[in-house]
Structure formats: structure tokens, C-alpha cells
């Protein structure tokens, strides 16, 4: 697997996957019916940093997003989001995005990276974040609308980045 900067044009590919992330309604706040230019805008707005990951044959199987969690006085606190195709879950795309993420979070001078809305049922995004040194610092209570379970917790997740090499 290779990652990379994402481009603009890359967003064909990108596009099919945001849309069967969002579809379920169990991960992202998004809804299902969200829109391209929407979709497009949440990848490359202003400030954004994007990658994608490719598999052998150059498809993209997976992306994230690095941006500051919050402006100026919060700006050292780096916040992101990742996506996976469907059809690539569970074969350690996340766990090597995560990876990246994190040594280019340190590498743009972050001292730290925070998730502001994990949803709780979402076990296996938690389980990675925490074996990657995530802590739950907080609990959203029936923050997130899930499609199929109805109201259910959102936590934010935080960890450090002094024992990531930049």
C-alpha cells in the first residue's frame, strides 16, 4: 500500500467511497444523501491536508483529512478523519492512515491530535485509536443519531505527540 497527498483529481475515486461510508448512517455525521460538492469541499477546503492510500494496483482504497481542531490559540491540537472503503475494511488501511496521520501531524508541528466525535458503536475505529494511543477523554451522550440503533454515545478522543517521530 502506498499513501500520498491527495489531488483534486483524485476525488473521482474518493467520491464512491465517502458516499458507502456515509450510506450506513453508523459512522459519520453526514447524511446519506450528502452531496458531491459538499463531499468535495470537506476533502480540500481551506486548510485541509488530505491523503489517499492506494493498493498495488494504484486504486484508492482509503483517505484521511489533517486539519487544526481549532483556530489560532488551538491551533497546536490537530483534529482528523478517515475513511475506508467498504471492501477494504478490516485488512489494516486504517491502522496505516492512522500511522501516517500522526507522524504528519508531528511533522507540521502539532503537539497533539484530538477526534471530537468517535461514535461509541463504532468498536473497531475505537479499538484502533486506542491501541494507537488514543484516550477516551470524554462521552457525548446520544450525540450521534445511528441509523439502526437510534441515539447513541460520541466520545472524544485524545492523545499526545511527543513519542511520535516527526
Known amino acids: 500500500m ?6 483534486p483529481s483524485d476525488f473521482p475515486a474518493m ?4 458516499q458507502a461510508v456515509v450510506a450506513s448512517g453508523s459512522t459519520y455525521v453526514f447524511a446519506p444523501d450528502t452531496g458531491r460538492d459538499d463531499a468535495f469541499a470537506y476533502w480540500f477546503g ?21 486539519i487544526a481542531n481549532q483556530r489560532d490559540l488551538g491551533s497546536h491540537v490537530a483534529n ?6 467498504p471492501a477494504h475494511a478490516g485488512h489494516g488501511v486504517g491502522r ?17 491530535m484530538q477526534f471530537n466525535f468517535v461514535v461509541s458503536t463504532n468498536t473497531a475505529a475505537v479499538a484502533l485509536w486506542q491501541k494507537l494511543g488514543f484516550a477516551i477523554v ?21 492523545r499526545f505527540l511527543d513519542d511520535i517521530e516527526a
Not at 2 to 7: D, E, K, L
Not at 15 to 18: S, V
Open 2 to 7: 502506498h499513501i500520498r497527498p491527495a489531488q
Open 15 to 18: 467520491w464512491p467511497i465517502f
Open 46 to 66: 481551506p486548510g485541509v491536508v488530505a491523503h489517499v492510500a492506494e493498493d498495488e494496483g494504484g486504486g484508492i482504497v482509503g483517505m484521511y483529512k489533517l
Open 80 to 85: 482528523a478523519s478517515f475513511m475506508i472503503s
Open 96 to 112: 496505516q492512515l492512522g500511522l501516517h496521520c500522526l507522524r504528519e501531524a508531528a511533522r507540521a508541528g502539532y503537539r497533539a
Open 138 to 158: 470524554g462521552t457525548l451522550p446520544k450525540a450521534f443519531r445511528h441509523s439502526k440503533l437510534g441515539y447513541v454515545d460520541a466520545y472524544v478522543m485524545h
